[in-house]
Nanobody, 116 residues
Framework: QVQLVESGGGLVQAGGSLRLSCAAS????????MGWYRQAPGKQRELVAR????????YGDSSVQGRFTISRDMAKNTVNLQMNSLKPEDTAVYYC?????????WGQGTQVTVSS
């Protein structure tokens, strides 16, 4: 079983930046892939970005490409999401996800609110 704990959410003005961090209880060397999803009120949860064990990345929506960057910190055993040039439409609960031995694990979520 893998526990995931997110941190770094909060309230920011449009154009600002936030950095989300996801700490895993399992070594991220062993996790097949990790990612960030988000869910806005009344909407389905959607992929924001993923990174595989090999370090390959993909971004789920063209609206975040060039503004968001997913990365890993092997020393801290975390996966991070740097979010720049934030927009009000980025407001959502952001969830960390891990796929380990074919099982999906989720964090509890962290709220990101972008004011206009």
């Amino acid at each position: 079983q893998v526990q995931l704990v997110e941190s770094g959410g909060g309230l920011v003005q449009a154009g600002g930046s936030l950095r989300l961090s996801c700490a895993a209880s399992e070594s991220i060397f062993n996790i097949d892939s990790m990612g960030w999803y988000r869910q806005a009120p009344g909407k389905q949860r959607e992929l924001v970005a993923r990174i595989t064990r090999a370090g390959d990345t993909n971004y789920g929506d063209s609206s975040v490409q060039g503004r968001f960057t997913i990365s890993r910190d092997m020393a801290k055993n975390t996966v991070n999401l740097q979010m720049n040039s934030l927009k009000p439409e980025d407001t959502a609960v952001y969830y960390c996800n891990a796929i380990f031995r074919f099982i999906n694990y989720w964090g509890q979520g962290t709220q990101v609110t972008v004011s206009s």
